[in-house]
């Protein structure tokens, strides 16, 4: 799988929590979650200087660090919102990423567990994929 087509199928397959998804849609999407987010992240950097040499400039008497704050807000929430709405898709993933490896998609509560939980599943979702025989498919 394609690293654009993962993640057309990750959005595609949001509540999808019964097929299968190879290692590579699994890892495609984290990559393009982590681009996305780093970008955000980047943003809400250039925004904070902005509003913080805004602010010395003006010794805090100026309403205009509010001006420029609230851009950084926005982009915040955006990130969140973002978030958010990857939650349930990624969720189903990791689910369809555990069924490929031949595993119980219940293994995907062991990341409750603190510290060694997601320790735990980083390693199942880097298990080979497997059919019901045991025969493993590299990618």
Do not use: H, Q
Not at 53 to 81: I, Q
Not at 110 to 135: A, Q, R, W, Y
């Amino acid at each position: 799988m394609g690293f654009l087509e993962a993640y057309k199928s990750f959005w595609r397959n949001y509540v999808n929590f019964t097929d299968r998804a190879p290692r590579s849609a699994y890892w495609y999407v984290v990559l393009w979650n982590a681009i996305i987010i780093a970008l955000f992240y980047i943003v809400v950097l250039v925004l904070a200087v902005t509003t913080v040499t805004t602010a010395s400039f003006t010794n805090g008497e100026d309403l205009s660090v509010l001006f420029t704050a609230g851009p950084m807000l926005f982009v915040l929430l955006l990130m969140w919102l973002y978030g958010l709405a990857c939650f349930i898709p990624m969720l189903s993933l990791m689910v369809r990423r555990l069924r490929d490896s031949n595993k119980s998609p219940w293994f995907i509560l062991l990341g409750l567990i603190p510290f060694v939980g997601s320790i735990i599943v980083l390693v199942f979702m880097c298990l080979p994929s497997e059919d019901s025989f045991g025969t493993n498919y590299d990618f």
